[in-house]
């Protein structure tokens, strides 16, 4: 089986995310049925929502903060997942709980095997 990262994008405020803990506490269920149900098929490989705090490291040297597009966008969470089926993971992607906000988005990345040897 291909493992796939699935990258969840969402806009965000200045210093935070937009979701508020009403927000998180109503969604928490649809996350657990979304997760659940591909982890029910034996494909979650590996998932985790992502803390707003972040370093940016680059020759310049570091900023303390996320990397953010131009339009407030940064990455919000993750799932590893792994399947034969590319459309599969468009499907699953398509339900995502995170495209109930405006400007969210699912990426989709195929993860490429190091070689063993």
């Known amino acids: 089986m291909r493992e796939y990262l699935l990258l969840f994008r969402n806009a965000s405020a200045e210093n ?14 649809k996350w657990q049925s979304w997760i659940g149900n591909i982890a029910m098929q ?3 490989v590996h998932t985790a929502p992502i803390e707003y705090t972040a370093s940016l490291v680059s020759k310049e040297g570091v900023e303390h903060r996320p990397h953010k597009e131009s339009n407030t966008v940064l990455v ?3 799932v590893i997942c792994k399947t034969d089926d590319f459309e599969e993971v468009q499907e699953w992607s398509k339900n995502c709980p995170i495209l109930k906000y405006s400007n969210s988005s699912v990426e989709i990345r ?3 095997q190091f070689p063993t040897n």
């Open 42 to 44: 034996g494909k979650l």
């Open 16 to 29: 935070g995310y937009l979701a508020t803990s009403q927000d998180m506490a109503e969604d928490m269920p």
């Open 110 to 112: 195929p993860l490429i």
């Open 76 to 78: 919000s969470g993750f």
